[in-house]
């Protein structure tokens, strides 16, 4: 019997596994190194979306194009960022040849583990959607449509550059993307693929041979007072669990009326090309809005797209939700 109970003792003990350096190595392997999130200042990105704004509308070969290309890059520069500037002709759906500028910021370089965040940054060329019909082939500011995006990466950009991450970031800023075929005009034949045409080059030529990132994030209007994020049908199909934890981190800091758990349209933008010739999966942070035809808000490709339609509370809500995911997502 006293036989017995030692052998049940030793048994007990050996399958508990006291033993010290183990346990000491398993949770050495659990620990997960984590960087505390940076705070993202609203003011800071409604600023930098106000400086784009100020150049006024920022089409492709035009001078306020050129000279917001250049702030661009000094921004991206200033932030400790190693930026590139892919040029190319790319063309439009009327053949016009458009002096296209893709901005590259890179940060560690060196690194082959990283992230993409991306936006674009030019604007509209028409106001197709403008109820005047006089105004219509005027180019609209786009504060919203594209200024917003990048204003939010301007501001993680310095964030980053104040706290560095383990990992190397890459945030793009995609030209041409808002030069598709106009609503307005009438054509006998369309061409395919008239949107997105600085992420389309980008995709076929990358700035670093076989480029790969873990996961992408596009941002484009994430500006609006109020505005709701439903969950993009493209990005749902590519980087389902991706968009799931977006949604979750701004959820978690208390971003639930701007993060809908809900299913919106599926929209061709940026991140489409970025998966179609890379195999990143992306999802896309937009604006839907159920309750207007266009899903996008009433100001969409208008001249009411001004800074009278950004709003700091919702640029904070979307920047910090994507600074305290990638700071936390190992």
């Given at each position: 019997?006293?036989?017995?109970?030692?052998?049940?003792?030793?048994?007990?003990?050996?399958?508990?596994?006291?033993?010290?350096?183990?346990?000491?190595?398993?949770?050495?392997?659990?620990?997960?190194?984590?960087?505390?999130?940076?705070?993202?200042?609203?003011?800071?990105?409604?600023?930098?979306?106000?400086?784009?704004?100020?150049?006024?509308?920022?089409?492709?070969?035009?001078?306020?194009?050129?000279?917001?290309?250049?702030?661009?890059?000094?921004?991206?520069?200033?932030?400790?960022?190693?930026?590139?500037?892919?040029?190319?002709?790319?063309?439009?759906?009327?053949?016009?040849?458009?002096?296209?500028?893709?901005?590259?910021?890179?940060?560690?370089?060196?690194?082959?583990?990283?992230?993409?965040?991306?936006?674009?940054?030019?604007?509209?060329?028409?106001?197709?959607?403008?109820?005047?019909?006089?105004?219509?082939?005027?180019?609209?500011?786009?504060?919203?449509?594209?200024?917003?995006?990048?204003?939010?990466?301007?501001?993680?950009?310095?964030?980053?550059?104040?706290?560095?991450?383990p990992f190397g970031i890459d945030i793009i800023f995609f030209d041409a993307e808002d030069y598709g075929t106009p609503d307005h005009i009438e054509f006998q034949e369309q061409k395919p693929d008239t949107w997105c045409l600085g992420s389309q080059y980008w995709g076929k030529n990358p700035h670093v041979k076989n480029y790969y990132a873990r996961y992408?994030?596009?941002?484009?209007?994430?500006?609006?007072?109020?505005?709701?994020?439903?969950?993009?049908?493209?990005?749902?199909?590519?980087?389902?669990?991706?968009?799931?934890?977006?949604?979750?981190?701004?959820?978690?800091?208390?971003?639930?009326?701007?993060?809908?758990?809900?299913?919106?349209?599926?929209?061709?933008?940026?991140?489409?090309?970025?998966?179609?010739?890379?195999?990143?999966?992306?999802?896309?942070?937009?604006?839907?809005?159920?309750?207007?035809?266009?899903?996008?808000?009433?100001?969409?490709?208008?001249?009411?797209?001004?800074?009278?339609?950004?709003?700091?509370?919702?640029?904070?809500?979307?920047?910090?939700?994507?600074?305290?995911?990638?700071?936390?997502?190992?």
């Amino acid at each position: 019997m006293f036989k017995h109970l030692i052998l049940v003792l030793f048994v007990i003990l050996v399958s508990c596994d006291f033993s010290p350096a183990k346990s000491s190595s398993s949770a050495k392997k659990k620990k997960k190194s984590i960087i505390e999130t940076p705070i993202f200042n609203e003011d800071s990105a409604y600023l930098f979306v106000q400086n784009q704004v100020d150049f006024g509308p920022r089409v492709p070969n035009t001078e306020a194009h050129e000279k917001c290309a250049s702030f661009l890059v000094d921004k991206l520069t200033s932030f400790g960022a190693d930026v590139i500037v892919q040029e190319a002709e790319l063309s439009a759906f009327d053949n016009t040849l458009l002096r296209a500028k893709n901005i590259i910021a890179q940060y560690k370089p060196e690194i082959k583990d990283r992230v993409l965040l991306f936006a674009h940054w030019d604007s509209r060329p028409f106001a197709d959607h403008c109820s005047d019909p006089s105004r219509q082939n005027e180019p609209i500011l786009g504060a919203n449509d594209g200024g917003s995006g990048v204003g939010v990466l301007l501001e993680i950009a310095r964030q980053i550059n104040k706290k560095p991450l383990p990992f190397g970031i890459d945030i793009i800023f995609f030209d041409a993307e808002d030069y598709g075929t106009p609503d307005h005009i009438e054509f006998q034949e369309q061409k395919p693929d008239t949107w997105c045409l600085g992420s389309q080059y980008w995709g076929k030529n990358p700035h670093v041979k076989n480029y790969y990132a873990r996961y992408g994030i596009l941002l484009d209007m994430v500006g609006a007072p109020n505005a709701t994020f439903y969950r993009e049908m493209n990005s749902k199909y590519f980087a389902p669990r991706i968009l799931k934890k977006v949604w979750n981190t701004a959820h978690k800091l208390g971003y639930g009326d701007y993060f809908i758990f809900k299913d919106g349209g599926g929209i061709t933008d940026d991140h489409i090309y970025v998966n179609k010739h890379l195999n990143i999966p992306c999802i896309d942070i937009i604006q839907h809005d159920p309750s207007n035809d266009t899903s996008f808000g009433s100001y969409w490709h208008t001249h009411d797209d001004n800074m009278d339609v950004i709003d700091r509370n919702t640029l904070k809500a979307v920047g910090q939700t994507v600074l305290e995911f990638i700071y936390n997502e190992q």
